[in-house]
């Protein structure tokens, strides 16, 4: 009897720290989550693994690109291109 009622104590200490542990991640989530509430686009992108300051230069890089690129539109198909008739050999 002795032996069954010490693995019963064990196991009731066992679930009562595994309780105090998930009640303080829950505390420490909450807290995290309140206080990143206002940068909610910038957290999504952080959760789904994109840098921010990789993408911060990127989108620099992409203005000054346009800016100093001018494009123009191709003259069109080049009549070189398919005056030949294919042949079948």
Do not use: C, N, W
């Not at 196991?11 to 995290?32: E, F, K, N, Q, T």
């Not at 940068?39 to 999504?44: A, E, F, G, I, V």
Request: proline residues 7%.
């Amino acid at each position: 009897m002795e032996v069954s009622t010490r693995i019963v104590l064990l196991g009731m200490i066992v679930i009562a720290l595994l309780y105090v542990v998930s009640l303080d991640a829950r505390s420490h989530s909450r807290i995290i989550s309140v206080q990143e509430s206002a940068d909610s686009p910038r957290l999504m992108l952080r959760r789904l693994g994109f840098d921010e300051p990789k993408l911060e230069y990127y989108r620099r890089r992409a203005i000054t690109l346009d800016a100093e690129t001018t494009r123009v539109a191709p003259g069109g198909p080049d009549p070189q291109h398919h005056s030949k008739t294919p042949t079948l050999s």
